[in-house]
């Protein structure tokens, strides 16, 4: 579900009051919200991932950030992760970013995504599908040649639906 500006904005000052009365404050900096999956169930999935430590990186399409208007993560950028139904889950700061043509992402950025075996041929595959299914909701035909945002982050707050 797509989210307005106001509504974004809602979301980052909501949790900086819920982690303020936690005493753990949302960090200075650009923030953004995210999601993970074009499906409930794949949303599920890659949280339960980021959950229990396995993925700590993720991957999108370079142009989809001129078309929606968005500013392409750097470093340091913190993260309010949202779920399929728009629920914070996560917080993460990115800790490293790397725009490569698709046939150039590594095999050790497809092992920190943690998605299937942790191989790069998985990586490919998964990934070939996924942005071949959304690339064209942009405008977008998909080709090994496209730019792609890899970013690492760490997980700085775990919310308490997956506590």
């Not at 959304?134 to 690492?152: A, H, K, N, Q």
Request: glycine residues 8%; negative net charge; aromatic residues 10%.
């Amino acid at each position: 579900m797509e989210l307005t500006a106001a509504k974004k904005q809602r979301i980052i000052d909501d949790m900086r009051v819920a982690l303020a009365s936690r005493g753990t404050p949302l960090p200075d900096g650009v923030i953004s919200i995210d999601q993970y999956g074009d499906s409930a169930e794949l949303s599920f999935d890659l949280l339960a991932l980021i959950a229990s430590g396995k993925k700590r990186g993720g991957a999108s399409l370079y142009a989809a950030y001129a078309i929606e208007k968005l500013p392409v993560p750097q470093i340091g950028d913190i993260c309010i992760v949202l779920d399929y139904y728009n629920k914070p889950v996560f917080v993460t700061r990115n800790t490293a970013v790397d725009i490569v043509p698709f046939h150039a992402v590594g095999s050790g950025f497809a092992a920190c995504e943690g998605e299937g075996d942790g191989s790069l041929v998985y990586w490919r595959s998964a990934h070939l599908d996924y942005f071949t299914r959304t690339g064209p909701e942009l405008g977008l035909v998909f080709s090994e040649d496209m730019l792609i945002v890899c970013v690492r982050f760490e997980v700085l707050y775990v919310l308490d639906v997956f506590n």
